[in-house]
């Protein structure tokens, strides 16, 4: 099951998706954290969206396997006053073991669904080139944009081009 978190969600979820958080960066996946990420710090920034949440300025969904929340993701409305239309697909994040059961599609899906029930024509995103997620969301229709090369540190901190995505909606 996907849900939109409230704010009083969301604040009860941070642990949750913290150790989302920790999982996919400890894993491999290029989020903008460094492994090894500890919870503690996964957790620091999730609450730190605390106030961004509540004031609908970020956008979160949850999948649960039953009670256990087990992927996230985010829209990120533009806030300048010439892009009310647009929004950033962020933070597309499945556990390790709950992957192959189509979750990441379904999130995907459901933070689209949302973005165009906000009012939004027009999601972006970035992803490192290559990854599994761009594959996700090359299947998924998005439009590649361009290529960044060494935009990005993975978390092993290496260098790596960073593959720009939109999507109309």
């Keep these: 099951m996907i849900t939109r ?3 009083a969600e969301f604040a009860d979820a ?3 998706l913290a150790e989302v958080l920790a999982d996919c960066t400890n894993g ?6 460094l492994a090894p990420l500890e919870a503690s710090a996964a957790e620091a920034w999730w609450k730190e969206l605390a106030g961004e949440v509540a004031e609908g300025r970020v956008l979160v969904w949850a999948a649960w396997d039953g009670s256990r929340l087990v992927g996230t993701v ?7 006053p010439n892009a009310p239309h647009r929004a950033e697909l962020a933070k597309l994040l ?8 189509g979750l990441g599609r379904a999130l995907l899906t459901e933070a689209e669904r949302g973005a165009r ?5 027009l999601l972006v995103l970035d992803t490192e080139t290559g990854s599994p997620a761009s594959r996700l969301y090359e299947s998924a229709g998005w439009t590649e944009a ?6 990005a540190a993975d978390p092993a901190g290496t260098l790596k081009p960073t593959t720009f995505y939109f999507r109309r909606l």
């Design 146 to 151: 361009g290529t960044v090369p060494d935009y």
């Design 117 to 121: 029930g906000a009012g939004i024509t």
């Design 94 to 101: 499945v556990h390790r073991d709950a992957r192959g059961r």
């Design 28 to 33: 491999g996946a290029s989020v903008g954290f």
């Design 14 to 16: 941070v642990p949750a």
């Design 5 to 7: 978190l409230s704010a």
């Design 74 to 80: 985010q829209v990120r409305p533009a806030r300048l």
